[in-house]
């Protein structure tokens, strides 16, 4: 009764309170994800433009200390201000409170304050183009002294409002963390055990918890890196007569930086096993197991940090010992891989746009882990370091777990976003273009890197060595440019389908988990004047003896309020 | 807002722990790893560089002994003023509260008015070396804490005088106050003894 009261209250709250200062978590996660998707359009503009300087640099599109001004801003844009806001504060947002069976988030008032502070981050990462000297140039590792020395790279305002910027986003997302871990644990709905939880729950709260205990020395790191550029101290730079340990800034940054990496992939991976066994008609394989070693990993992933420092003049011994846990941590991920695997063997597939994006990045992702491999040892690193190797590698595994992963995630929710489909043809043409041209442009970046193509140069041309590849790395920037340019097929997607798409029933997939329980798009507060009961485990596919008469079981069913 | 907690709380399972508590105790962890980093900041400088010792040899112990006393003193004060009103004495749990607030501020000035002024001016800058610019980057993070401490039990007081009665926020700023003092005690030695 109460919560109908309140549903009809939220219906006066007017349209400030309903649009941009919303505290209801489906809003937010739109705002999250379209702020994310513009920054995600943004980055890939960036890197058309690079990689157009790239294939013709005698044009001069862009200076030496300009290129590496986008290259840079393309990687701290594609990871803080692209896989952060969609990865959490997307999936967070609109899958936990519907997919446990609540009403809103533990705290709304935080929630909104987070997505705000992550607002005015985007506004200063920005204002960072527009400032004398231009955005900042050091690579998004921001190693010094390139970071704390204005002199090297000319770049002031730039470096200051990076760090600034970074320290809000990390706010922001630390406001939206506490959020995500506070509300599975206790907001679930009568009968959801934690053994329940859909995958891409677990997910989500193992991301937020990683992010949690790995941020904190790099915010620490970052105002030495703004004291150091700023008011003249030590802690990186050395000089005559001044020490400082330009290594301390690269392990504060890798300390945070590889769980930062699992922050950015599992909740595509969680995204990726919500869609195989629905499309599979399959219950999901190994659910415990992929939930265990997903915490190994997440663990794991806090003692690997060095293997980014393999020849930044790191102790042998100790390359040794990171090398060896960086290839302890690829077992946790071929679990996982093997059990999504097998959860789609001997199913009847449902070849829908939402898996297809899935299925790439399940492909994608795996290329990308095994490539890892190499990295990950010693040896091999030595001659693959800094090289398109490694772009190569990141691009196959991010490109997965953050890109296809959320394409699939848009798709799939699209209904409880919008309560509409998106067109599924257009969507199949652009999974699979997205696909064939991402093989097409990451691939030779492999042979490029072992050729001995360096990362960060603006031109190639005065490199005899490397004269035979120059074409590969033509046809990298043109199949690179096609990429870009497809994805504007999902832009039209996602606005028409907004606008005019074929209008969703409430479970438009024949899916288990609670969120299709309730209608499309679900209203305030959710569940109206039912309560959710949850009955069953989350992933009940072709039951032996089926209740309805469909080949699944939902997970649980409303109950109407007295 | 409210309403929406209010009802989203209404078919909790039970559980020991409110979600107020639970999101205090993860902001708190995540400080624990941003001082974490700090202080393996400070390690790694002191085993790296020459002349730690001689440096700190030029700090206050004094100084930094009795702010261990104020700190540690008002955050017996703090859980004092907790277990008060709990029991209703509110009266003297309001008390304990302003008793905080003195060895709090005592804190503050002490460490900004007094300490690092005399040691600026006999030139002990941030610019003198690993040891000084730490000492002042990290002492510094840690009054930053205590200021917005004492903002918040000001605030609490403010409300407290009129008819609003502590609930979980007087308990959430005393674990937020606990864990201030916490990291003074890692702070103190090895700033002020070493």
Not at chain 1, 44 to 59: C, D, N, W, Y
Not at chain 2, 114 to 121: F, K, S
Request: with cysteine; glycine share 8%.
């Amino acid at each position: 009764m109460a919560a109908h009261a309140a549903a009809v209250h939220h219906a006066e709250m007017g349209w400030i309170r309903t649009y941009i200062f919303s505290t209801d978590h489906k809003m937010i996660a739109k705002q999250y994800l379209l702020n994310g998707l513009f920054f995600a359009l943004f980055g890939g503009i960036i890197a058309l433009v690079f990689r157009s300087h790239l294939a013709m640099p005698e044009q001069e599109l862009l200076n030496p200390a300009r290129y590496n001004a986008y290259v840079t801003m393309h990687g701290t844009l594609m990871i803080f201000w692209v896989a952060m806001p969609i990865l959490l504060g997307f999936f967070g947002n609109l899958t936990i409170p519907l997919m446990i069976g609540a009403r809103d988030m533990a705290f709304p008032l935080l929630n909104m304050m987070s997505y705000w502070t992550f607002f005015i981050s985007s506004v200063v990462i920005m204002a960072s183009f527009f400032v004398p000297g231009g955005p900042f140039s050091g690579g998004w590792t921001a190693y010094a002294p390139l970071s704390a020395n204005t002199e090297l790279t000319g770049v002031n305002w730039g470096i200051n409002l990076w760090a600034v910027g970074l320290a809000l986003e990390f706010t922001a997302v630390l406001m939206g963390g506490i959020n995500f871990i506070v509300t599975p644990f206790v907001l679930r709905a009568r009968g959801m055990s934690l053994m329940r939880l859909p995958i891409v729950v677990w997910m989500v709260v193992i991301a937020s918890l990683l992010f949690m205990m790995s941020v904190g020395p790099l915010i620490a790191g970052t105002f030495m890196l703004l004291f150091d550029k700023n008011v003249g101290t030590h802690f990186y730079l050395v000089s005559a007569d001044k020490v400082g340990d330009p290594l301390l800034w690269q392990h504060l940054f890798w300390f945070f930086g590889h769980p930062e990496v699992y922050v950015i992939l599992i909740p595509g991976l969680g995204v990726i096993s919500e869609i195989f066994p629905a499309a599979a008609r399959k219950p999901l394989h190994g659910y415990k197991h992929i939930i265990f070693w997903t915490i190994f990993a997440g663990i794991l992933s806090f003692m690997v940090w060095a293997h980014h420092m393999f020849i930044a003049g790191l102790n042998p011994l100790a390359a040794v010992g990171f090398s060896i846990t960086t290839i302890i941590i690829s077992v946790p991920f071929l679990v996982i891989v093997v059990a999504m695997g097998l959860t789609l063997w001997g199913g009847s597939l449902r070849f829908n746009a939402a898996f297809l994006y899935a299925f790439f990045a399940y492909v994608i992702f795996i290329v990308g882990g095994l490539t890892g491999l190499q990295l990950g040892a010693t040896v091999a690193d030595i001659q693959l370091h800094e090289t398109y190797f490694v772009v190569a590698h990141f691009h196959y595994v991010i490109f997965a777990s953050v890109i296809l992963s959320t394409f699939a995630a848009v798709q799939w929710w699209f209904p409880k976003m919008f309560g509409r489909l998106m067109n599924e043809g257009v969507a199949k043409v652009h999974a699979i273009s997205t696909f064939f041209l991402f093989n097409i442009v990451f691939t030779p970046m492999f042979i490029l890197g072992f050729a001995g193509y360096t990362r960060r140069y603006a031109s190639y041309d005065h490199i005899p060595l490397l004269q035979g590849y120059a074409w590969l790395n033509d046809f990298v920037s043109i199949a690179g440019v096609l990429l870009i340019l497809v994805q504007f097929l999902f832009v039209f997607n996602f606005f028409y389908s907004m606008i005019a798409g074929k209008r969703a029933t409430a479970n438009p997939w024949e899916a288990t988990t609670m969120e299709w329980s309730a209608p499309s798009p679900p209203p305030h507060l959710n569940w109206g004047d039912t309560i959710p009961v949850v009955e069953r485990d989350p992933y009940e596919y072709a039951p032996e003896v089926p209740s309805n008469g469909a080949d699944y079981e939902p997970q649980g069913r409303l109950m109407t309020m007295r | 807002m409210a309403h929406a907690q209010a009802h989203s709380l209404e078919h909790v399972e039970p559980t020991n722990i409110g979600p107020p508590k639970l999101g205090m105790w993860l902001f708190l962890s995540g400080e624990v790893v941003l001082f974490g980093g700090v202080i393996m900041t400070i390690v790694l400088f002191r085993i790296s560089f020459p002349g730690w010792k001689e440096a700190s040899e030029h700090t206050n112990p004094i100084i930094g002994s009795v702010n261990t006393f104020n700190l540690l003193t008002s955050s017996m004060l703090v859980a004092l003023a907790h277990k008060m009103s709990a029991t209703g004495n509110h009266g003297l749990s309001k008390l304990c509260i302003l008793g905080c607030l003195a060895f709090g501020i005592l804190f503050l000035v002490l460490k900004w008015a007094i300490e690092w002024p005399v040691e600026i001016m006999k030139g002990y800058t941030i610019h003198e070396g690993p040891f000084w610019q730490l000492y002042y980057a990290a002492t510094g993070l840690h009054a930053v804490h205590v200021l917005i401490g004492l903002i918040a039990f000001t605030v609490i007081l403010i409300l407290y005088m009129g008819k609003w009665r502590p609930n979980f926020t007087l308990e959430a700023t005393a674990l937020y106050w606990h864990f201030v003092d916490i990291v003074w005690l890692f702070l103190w030695p090895l700033f002020y003894l070493s």
